[in-house]
């Protein structure tokens, strides 16, 4: 059973960089040919994709955040990272991981999620 | 990029009712749309992908339909569990992107 977590900070300053990571198990790293996804939830908001790492580590950002997001991943560690830079007020959300299949664009298994408040 | 429109955003049925909530894309996706429920507190689940496949453990009362723009999520005779948000994604190419949600409620 493949599972995901997500862990960071629970609050950040504004203006602040946000890391964000996300540990996948139960699959092994040199097999994890699967791609994935960050998606947050602001509270009381719909779902918003954020961005996605490909098996062969290509990456594709949501454009309205484009300039602020970067998606890494470790595959030795099995972890996909995120950061967000200049994190503001309207940025609180949680922030979940998902997790697709090879040359799939549908999330089968995603964290529990990580709710991050960004206050002074 | 892609724009995902539901419809309603949100409804009331009762037990028992049958359910369908709507999807449109701003391009043709072909059948590139899943469905997603999702519930307070705990991960989104995937439903369906490509528009009608059930995903392995969902209950034959949950169908999809549509291909090209429009599509439709169903549930047959809705059940205690099934109140929830659901939403739709189109993985027809990224950036991807998800609906507004539809939240069902209890009437």
């Known amino acids: 059973q493949v599972t995901l977590k997500e862990s960071g900070p629970v609050l950040v300053k504004p203006t602040e960089t946000l890391t964000l990571t996300c540990t996948v198990s139960?699959?092994?790293?040199?097999?994890?040919?699967?791609?994935v996804s960050w998606i947050r939830q602001p509270p009381g908001k719909a779902l918003e994709w954020l961005a996605h790492?490909?098996?062969?580590?290509?990456?594709s950002y949501t454009t309205s955040l484009k300039t602020r997001l970067t998606i890494s991943k470790d595959t030795s560690k099995s972890q996909v990272v995120l950061t967000m830079t200049n994190m503001d007020p309207v940025d609180t959300a949680t922030y979940y991981c998902?997790?697709?299949?090879?040359?799939?664009?549908?999330?089968?298994?995603w964290g529990q999620g990580a709710l991050v408040a960004v206050s002074s | 990029d892609i724009q995902m429109t539901q419809s309603p955003s949100s409804l009331s049925a009762s037990v028992g009712d049958r359910v369908t909530i709507t999807c449109r894309a701003s391009?043709?996706?072909?059948?590139?749309l899943n469905w997603y429920q999702h519930k307070p507190g705990k991960a989104p689940k995937l439903l369906i992908y490509?528009?009608?496949t059930l995903q392995s453990g969902v209950p034959s009362r949950f169908s999809g339909r549509g291909s090209g723009t429009d599509f439709t999520l169903t549930i047959s005779s809705l059940q205690p569990e099934d109140f929830a948000t659901y939403y739709c994604?189109?993985?027809?190419?990224?950036?991807?992107?998800f609906g507004g949600g539809t939240k069902v409620e209890i009437k």
């Open positions: 139960g699959v092994s790293p040199s097999n994890a040919r699967m791609g």
């Open positions: 391009q043709s996706i072909n059948s590139y």
């Open positions: 998902a997790r697709t299949l090879p040359v799939q664009f549908w999330f089968v298994d």
């Open positions: 490509v528009a009608s």
């Open positions: 790492i490909f098996s062969n580590d290509e990456k």
């Open positions: 994604q189109q993985s027809y190419s990224p950036p991807l992107s």
